[in-house]
Nanobody, 123 residues
Framework: QVQLLESGGGLVQAGGSLRLSCAAS????????MGWFRQAPEKEREFVAG????????YYADSVKGRFTLSRDNSKNTVYLQMNSLKPEDTAVYYC????????????????WGQGTQVTVSS
């Protein structure tokens, strides 16, 4: 059982930056592909970014490409989502997720989830 704990959310003005972290309890963290998803009120959960187990490949939703950067440090069992040039439409609860097989952009393919962290971008 993998436990995930997100941190780093908050309130920021449009154009600002935040860095989200997701710490995993699992010592075999490197065997999990990781993803970030977000859900705004009354909207479907959507893919934001994903990273392979080794960290050599990353994937982004078109809406965040060029603004967000996903990375992982397997020695610290942590993934990081650097979010720059934030927009009001980025406002949502952001969830970290782990998958014991390869990368996927589908939220239902992930086995383990964090509790979420709120990101609010004011205009």
């Amino acid at each position: 059982q993998v436990q995930l704990l997100e941190s780093g959310g908050g309130l920021v003005q449009a154009g600002g930056s935040l860095r989200l972290s997701c710490a995993a309890s699992e010592r075999t963290f490197s065997s999990y592909a990781m993803g970030w998803f977000r859900q705004a009120p009354e909207k479907e959960r959507e893919f934001v970014a994903g990273i392979t187990r080794s960290g050599d490949s990353t994937y982004y939703a078109d809406s965040v490409k060029g603004r967000f950067t996903l990375s992982r440090d397997n020695s610290k069992n942590t993934v990081y989502l650097q979010m720059n040039s934030l927009k009001p439409e980025d406002t949502a609860v952001y969830y970290c997720a782990a998958r014991s097989t390869g990368y996927s952009s589908n939220w239902y393919a992930y086995h383990y989830w964090g509790q979420g962290t709120q990101v609010t971008v004011s205009s």
